[in-house]
């Protein structure tokens, strides 16, 4: 649905380019709406073919990056593509044969409205072309000017942080409720229902869901934990930031602030259903040392003290803890024999009084039941319980398991976990208020290092995992983008200077869709960086119809400054008009709410500021640029032949 949005302004650019210039044709040189068609085509054909096939270099390799990244640039770049190769057939057949057959022959005086805002354009197209007037004449100011707005490009990509993909408010938030180690199923129950009455209680909620017993990070029963699931009201009626889901969490967790008995966490869920449990990060410290329960657990808690020192982390914690209260219960194997009891019988009772014992299945209503067996909670509390369990020997004796077993207290793990083979105890938090994911995962790298040492080490997953396997992928794909644009438009123009002057629009781009997501606060997440390549064919677009005319002029004998300059003042209203068309489409994208609507500012704000900066600053400097490489081309020609011509 992106690529869809991106393509509606995409898509008018060729036919508005034909249009435009069939008017042109018909006003200047007075022919007819047929003839002004044909002459018109002639001219901007080539154009045409040229925008095509850059927007789909553009597109097209990036739909074959692997990873997560590459998934979401596949749908970009086939749905763009392919809405590309449409729109230039129909500007090259269609558009033209409407303007033969809709356009008018002489022209009318037009309403005052329009004929006001023709006059502001032509004064407006006079003081453009002094502007690139004046570069032309003076290159060294407009390179000068050119080389601080790279450096403030590497300055603001240094600014900006970076993320896989922006926090969204998708309607519903998790709480997560933790007791100290072996509390009872009654305390969780009790901490869980007044956080519950509390959550009903705010405006922005709609329903809560809770469960005790069920710890959410671990996908475990434990008696200590629970979870709520909240859901929001709808979207249109949280229209303040204070009832965004990304911003109740802190409130959430205020609530249980006041609990006493336990700690109440509050997650905004990931955007990307899967990726992770809770949103934020999630990894796993692994021992490779092959230590103790106890080591591991003192090198879990450093690292979670450290990582809780530093500004950019907020609620590190694990879920691995070596200190809850347990009982180790010893069979007497030797007493057991001697007293005709079978060991597995001993095995059976336990687990089906004090655990969970499967009998089978039953079907009832149409529906399959299963049987389980289990004492009731008030016959399974003390260890002196045991005493009430008997066993039957094979005299026929009933043996209470009191006597063939010894209950001892012990601390330890209630739950032990393995990643990459290691044992490893799972680490997860999140970025703090005005920071990114990208800093997060940094801090906790950095923390690693310093605390974990070399028999330990750090193993990402979920979306943290993703994030630092897709670094590098928007860079490459960029890179890769531009090389291709270069290579279409060397063979296009048959020559490899011309197309020097084409890409030097693509940095303004870059500068406005940074220089815009910074002035937001938005994030370099996976978004903008398609963003970013959309803008590599658009930028070039601009280009393509200042440098396409300037060699026709050439072509017709006219000089390189005059034909720099007139192709400029001739293709400024076109770039104008295609440009606003595009930045109108994706005005949506940057003011839009609800669900998903971080994800469209990402993109719609980097588009947006790419395209301005593309047509308010590019247009002044691309004429120069052309003048530059034509002029060096032309002197490097000059000397080949003088060298050819020389006796030898």
Same mark, same amino acid.
């Given at each position: 649905?992106?690529? &869809? ?17 069939? #008017? ?16 018109a085509m002639e001219e901007v054909t080539g154009p045409i073919i040229a925008i095509v096939l850059v927007l789909c270099a553009v597109f097209v390799p990036v739909g074959f990056l692997g990873g997560l990244a590459g998934q979401m640039y596949k749908q970009f770049a ?36 329009? !004929? ?22 003076? %290159? ?10 790279? =450096?403030l490009i590497m300055l603001l990509f240094a600014r900006v942080p970076g993320s896989l993909v922006p926090d969204e408010d998708q309607g519903y938030v998790i709480n997560a409720y933790y007791l100290p180690p072996a509390a009872s199923l009654n305390r969780t129950e ?31 029963? !434990? %008696?200590?934990?629970?979870? +709520? ?29 006041? /609990? ?16 992770? $449990?809770?949103?934020?990060? #999630? ?5 490779? +040392? ?26 590190? /914690?694990? $879920? ?21 009891? %079978? ?9 089906? @009084? ?13 529906? @399959?039941?299963?049987?389980s067996l289990q004492s009731e909670s008030e016959f399974r509390r003390k260890p002196e319980d045991l005493g009430q369990v008997y066993v039957r020997s094979s005299g026929g004796d009933l043996v209470p398991l009191s006597t063939l077993l010894r209950v001892r207290r ?29 800093? =997060?995962?940094?801090? &906790?790298?950095?923390?690693?290092? #310093? ?39 060397? =063979?296009?123009?048959? !020559? ?66 005059? +034909? ?12 104008? &008009?295609? %440009? ?12 839009? +709410? ?16 790419? &395209? ?6 590019? $247009? ?13 081309? /032309?002197?490097?020609? !000059? ?10």
């Amino acid at each position: 649905l992106f690529g &869809m949005v991106l393509a509606i302004g995409i898509l008018v650019d060729d036919a508005i380019v034909v249009i435009e210039n069939v #008017e042109r044709v018909m006003r200047t040189e007075h022919l007819n709406a047929r003839e002004a068609s044909i002459k018109a085509m002639e001219e901007v054909t080539g154009p045409i073919i040229a925008i095509v096939l850059v927007l789909c270099a553009v597109f097209v390799p990036v739909g074959f990056l692997g990873g997560l990244a590459g998934q979401m640039y596949k749908q970009f770049a086939i749905t763009i593509a392919v809405s590309v190769v449409i729109s230039g057939i129909v500007a090259l057949t269609l558009s033209p044969a409407l303007c033969a057959l809709l356009l008018k022959p002489g022209h009318h005086e037009p309403a005052a409205p329009f !004929r006001a805002f023709n006059r502001f354009f032509e004064k407006a197209t006079e003081g453009y072309g002094a502007g690139v007037s004046f570069f032309l004449k003076r %290159s060294l100011i407009g390179l000068l000017l050119f080389g601080g707005m790279i =450096a403030l490009i590497m300055l603001l990509f240094a600014r900006v942080p970076g993320s896989l993909v922006p926090d969204e408010d998708q309607g519903y938030v998790i709480n997560a409720y933790y007791l100290p180690p072996a509390a009872s199923l009654n305390r969780t129950e009790a901490l869980s229902g007044a956080v519950t009455q509390q959550l009903m209680e705010h405006p922005a909620v709609q329903d809560v869901v809770t469960f005790a017993g069920f710890d959410v990070l671990t996908f475990g029963v !434990r %008696s200590n934990a629970g979870v +709520s699931f909240v859901p929001l009201k709808d979207w249109s009626e949280r229209t303040t930031d204070e009832l965004d889901a990304r911003n109740l969490t802190r409130e959430f967790m205020g609530m249980g602030a006041a /609990q006493k008995d336990g700690l109440v966490l509050s997650f905004n869920p990931p955007p990307i259903t899967g990726m992770s $449990t809770t949103g934020g990060f #999630e990894s796993y410290i692994q021992d490779r +040392s092959g230590g103790s329960v106890e080591q591991l657990g003192e090198k879990v808690q450093a690292f979670v003290e450290a990582a809780s020192k530093r500004p950019e982390l907020a609620g590190v /914690q694990s $879920t691995f803890s070596a200190n809850v209260p347990q009982y180790y219960i010893d069979l007497d194997r030797t007493k057991t024999r001697a007293l005709g009891v %079978s060991v597995s019988d001993v095995f059976t009772a336990m687990q089906a @009084t004090f655990g969970s014992y499967y009998v089978n299945d039953f079907t009832l209503y149409g529906r @399959t039941w299963q049987v389980s067996l289990q004492s009731e909670s008030e016959f399974r509390r003390k260890p002196e319980d045991l005493g009430q369990v008997y066993v039957r020997s094979s005299g026929g004796d009933l043996v209470p398991l009191s006597t063939l077993l010894r209950v001892r207290r012990i601390l330890g793990p209630d739950s032990y976990d393995r990643f990459n083979v290691y044992p490893s105890a799972k680490v997860l938090g999140g970025p703090a208020p005005g920071y990114s994911s990208g800093q =997060a995962l940094a801090a &906790m790298q950095e923390v690693a290092d #310093e605390v974990l040492g070399e028999d330990y080490s750090l193993g990402w997953i979920g979306s943290a995992y993703q994030e630092l396997a897709t670094q590098g992928s928007g860079a490459q794909a960029f890179v890769f983008g531009l090389i291709l644009v270069f290579l279409i438009l060397a =063979a296009q123009y048959e !020559r490899w200077t011309l197309p020097l002057a084409v890409v030097t629009a693509v940095p303004f781009a870059v500068f406005g869709a940074i220089l815009a997501v910074w002035l937001r606060g938005i994030q370099n997440d996976v978004y903008f960086q398609v963003g970013l390549v959309t803008l590599i064919g658009l930028a070039a677009k601009n280009a393509i119809l200042i440098v396409e005319f300037a060699v026709m002029l050439r072509a017709e004998g006219k000089g390189i400054f005059d +034909s720099a300059l007139e192709a400029a003042k001739l293709r400024f209203r076109p770039i104008v &008009m295609t %440009s606003l068309a595009f930045i109108l489409g994706c005005v949506p994208l940057a003011i839009s +709410s609800g669900a998903g609507s971080a994800s469209r500012h990402s993109i719609g704000t980097g588009v947006i500021g790419g &395209m301005l900066a593309a047509t308010l600053l590019a $247009t002044f400097l691309i004429p120069m640029f052309y003048l530059l490489v034509e002029s060096a081309a /032309q002197r490097v020609s !000059r000397r080949g032949k003088t060298k050819e011509a020389e006796p030898h």
